[in-house]
């Protein structure tokens, strides 16, 4: 597949992003190459794998699931928020 400019600019309308004009030729041809490379997969014969596959001996390692108390966990989480006002984050109103 193909990305030109009506499709990046249908994608950006799509997902609320502008892109400036002198980079819309760079990243028409990026997303070409991205598209190009993972067109790559659909060479790979996956007939005989299982829905299940993995290629990790017993699975995915998972971590413990411990609960940790702490007090300034929501004040951590609220300094990196543009806007909040005691225990909540502040958003535009959507209508």
Same mark, same amino acid.
Do not use: C, W
């Given at each position: 597949?193909?990305?030109?400019?009506?499709?990046?600019?249908? %994608? @950006?309308?799509?997902?609320? +992003? =502008?892109? /400036?004009?002198?980079?819309? *030729?760079?990243?028409?041809?990026?997303?070409?190459?991205?598209?190009?490379?993972?067109?790559?997969?659909?060479?790979?014969?996956?007939?005989?794998?299982?829905?299940?596959?993995?290629? %990790? @001996?017993?699975?995915?390692? +998972? =971590?413990? /699931?411990?609960?940790?108390? *702490?007090?300034?966990?929501?004040?951590?989480?609220?300094?990196?928020?543009?806007?909040?006002?005691?225990?909540?984050?502040?958003?535009?109103?959507?209508?």
């Amino acid at each position: 597949m193909h990305i030109d400019i009506q499709t990046l600019e249908k %994608l @950006e309308k799509l997902s609320h +992003l =502008r892109v /400036d004009e002198s980079k819309k *030729d760079e990243i028409t041809k990026q997303l070409s190459d991205i598209l190009k490379y993972v067109d790559n997969l659909n060479e790979l014969d996956t007939k005989e794998l299982d829905s299940y596959f993995s290629t %990790l @001996e017993g699975g995915t390692p +998972l =971590r413990d /699931d411990t609960v940790h108390n *702490d007090p300034n966990v929501s004040k951590k989480i609220l300094s990196n928020a543009p806007r909040h006002e005691d225990d909540f984050f502040i958003v535009p109103a959507i209508i």
